[in-house]
Nanobody, 114 residues
Framework: QVQLVESGGGLVQAGGSLALSCSASGISFSLYDMNWYRQAPGKQRELVASISSRGTTNYADSVKGRFTISRDTAKKTAYLQMVSLKPEDKAIYYC????????WGQGTKVTVSS
């Protein structure tokens, strides 16, 4: 059974930092591209950052320079380090694993107060 479990969300003031984690089980983690999406209230889910199985990273323009995605294959965990958070970063953040099939976590809520 595949499970992706996000953690690390919470409430932070604008300008603050949060670190999200996504722990995977039931998949050959090293084969999967790992992605972080977010969905703000009333908006579509959007891709925030991705890291390929080989470690290539990509970011949405809105988070470049502020967010860093990484992965630890031994721990089967993907991370999203977020700094200089803005109120517009408020959303539910979802972890996604993709390799022939796509799997999703349940999401973790990030709230940024102004």
């Amino acid at each position: 059974q595949v499970q992706l479990v996000e953690s690390g969300g919470g409430l932070v003031q604008a300008g603050g930092s949060l670190a999200l984690s996504c722990s995977a089980s039931g998949i050959s983690f090293s084969l999967y591209d790992m992605n972080w999406y977010r969905q703000a209230p009333g908006k579509q889910r959007e891709l925030v950052a991705s890291i390929s199985s080989r470690g290539t990273t990509n970011y949405a323009d809105s988070v470049k320079g502020r967010f860093t995605i990484s992965r630890d294959t031994a721990k089967k965990t993907a991370y999203l380090q977020m700094v200089s958070l803005k109120p517009e970063d408020k959303a539910i953040y979802y972890c996604n694993a993709y390799f022939r099939a796509s799997y999703w976590g349940q999401g973790t809520k990030v709230t940024v107060s102004s």
